[in-house]
């Protein structure tokens, strides 16, 4: 009887999760069809964010690795691929797995000996990694342009399809739709292997490095490979932020971009995946909220920041799960 | 000899914590290894286990030198430990514990029913199945040590170094512990290397001890010949007892 009324009680609740699942994926399916072109902009840099931070999330919430550098390999991505199109006159399509490629191999180059390092130490070498890599950007003229940015820059080349007729990616309403396809398949990748054997060896080390060693984890290549696949994902997102801004400046890439993605991880709850996607939702809103007072912006964040840990050090995750007993 | 430890010294700087150790272990034996505070028993084991690397000396696991390797190799070459203050894997439940040290070194991505089986099966043979969905962190150190114990099982030893045990357990939970710890040995075959306060425990369970004092061997043999030895008494209550 109560077993009967407990699993009535969970398939009811897989049905609202259901139910409402289906009503924000229908919510973010039509958005482009009502909102201003300035809305839509805004969204389709909070789905990139939502992926810088979900992969993020990987390395610091699954793998227990606090990096400053998610923001420079975001970078290093869009610039290779700016730079596969431009220079190389490879298609986007070829460019944007390329580039998830070879961040993922550079991220395995940094992390070898980084991860070397424990903790504070590793984290305060990635953050001056993050420095250099927007040196490099600002100061390689010939390669990047410099202080001038990266321009000419093309949208992913467009195809036809049966019904639909042309898919033009210069349209902000069609990129839109390809950001949003890009986070769902980030999304659901990182849900599988978090939950896969892999997954599991990642949060062993996250718990306890020395116990993991012990049973017989190889914890440095482990750490290695979570920074690598981390780092791949930020380089495939930046590869779509390139092609969507068409104009590539060091600026966009300072340290600051880095330090973003992890308050953004952390506001929503690390080692969930979908809290730290709420927290770039949040994030991104709040920034574009805040454009009259740029210099604000951090404060305000830096505040936001200090009181949602002292509260909840779990994020908004965190809350959820106060309010419902459980994420979802 | 499944173990042979030679001329083993590890030093610290200017602290020499082992000096030119040479012990060897029978497959199937109970070794205990007993020694006052700093007499360089946990490094020993850290030694062997990969943890560091030995100052000079080698270490042999069936004829075959394991000293200089890493801890998780050392692992999978057959040698599992226990940790003098426990560790546990504080945010998953006992049975995800227990499935991680068995899916650390297997290829595939997933986790299949025969492995899920033989969760169960160490679960009930460390007396753990009514915490299966217990979180690790929230058990009491007891039944930490019996985890810690289930997943250095899970991981397949030869052989298994467990660094105190039985510290801050009650007498029930340390009979309860020598019982577990006697059917390793048995029934699996597992060869046992303790390092133990518990002289109850010790006494009871081992067949050949090991005496170490600042970081040398003084005395070895059975139970009885170690605990009346002179040296033994000397380095535990001081000259006077001798």
Redo the contacts between chains.
Sequence with gaps: MVTTLLSRQVSLRRILVLGAATVVALLFLSVPMGATDYVIYVMVLAFLFAALAASYDLLLGYTGQLSFAHGAFYGIGAYTSALITLRAGLPFWVAFPLTGVFVFVLAGGVGFPALKLRGAYFAVTTFFFAHFVYLVFLNSVALTGGPLGLSGIRPPEGFNLPILGVVDFGSLRIYYYLALAFLVAVVGFLYILVR???G??F??IR??E???????????AYKVLSFSISAGLAGMTGSLFAHFFRLLHPSTFTWMTSEMIVIMTLVGGTGTLFGPMLGAGIVTFILELMRFAPELRFIVWAVALLTILLFEPKGLAGIAVRLFGRLV | MILQVEGLSKAFGGVLAVKDLTFGVLPGERLGIIGPNGAGKTTTFNVISGEYRPTSGVVLLENTRIDGLRPHEVNRRGIARTFQIVRVFGSLSVREHVLTGLISRQPSLRISSRQEDEVEELLEFTGLERFRSTLARNLTTAYKKRLELATALATHPKLLLLDELMAGLNPVEVEESMEVLRRINEERGITLVVVEHVMRAIMGLCQRIIVLHHGEKIAEGSPREVASNPRVIEAYLGEEYA
């Design positions: 896969s054997r892999l599991r060896l949060v062993a718990e306890d020395v116990l993991a060693e012990s049973i017989g984890i190889n914890t440095a």
